[in-house]
């Protein structure tokens, strides 16, 4: 089995920064697309942005120029730099990837557990 877990979130005050990391571990072959969605309370779960396994990368336009992913596949891991932080980017925030357990699976789309993102003063 795969899994993912995030690390990272927390408290912060309008206008800071914070880090997200999530590693992949488990049996794990191969990782294409892994991205970053997050869900506010009331709220639909939304993209926030994902990368390739090449590194391009697709950003929701509300993050665009505050947010960047970024991905150490030598560790399975997908970062996500918060920068300018607003009260509305608090949300829970997962970690997604397509990932494959070994050469004769498909992909298969996991979910981290998540991490709270609170933006308040």
């Known amino acids: 089995q795969a899994q993912l877990e995030e690390s990272g979130g927390g408290l912060v005050q309008p206008g800071g920064s914070l880090r997200l990391s999530c590693a992949a571990s488990?049996?794990?072959?191969?990782?294409?697309?892994m991205g970053w969605y997050r869900q506010a309370p009331g709220k639909q779960r939304e993209l926030v942005g994902m990368?390739?396994?090449?590194?391009?990368?697709v950003y929701a336009d509300s993050v665009k120029g505050r947010f960047t992913i970024s991905r150490d596949n030598a560790k399975n891991t997908v970062y996500l730099q918060m920068n300018s932080l607003k009260p509305e980017d608090t949300a829970v925030y997962y970690c997604?990837?397509?990932?494959?357990?070994?050469?004769?699976?498909?992909?298969?789309?996991?979910w981290g557990p998540g991490t709270q993102v609170t933006v308040s003063s």
């Open positions: 997604n990837a397509g990932l494959k357990r070994n050469r004769y699976t498909n992909f298969d789309n996991y």
């Open positions: 488990g049996s794990i072959f191969s990782i294409n697309v």
């Open positions: 990368i390739t396994s090449s590194g391009s990368t």
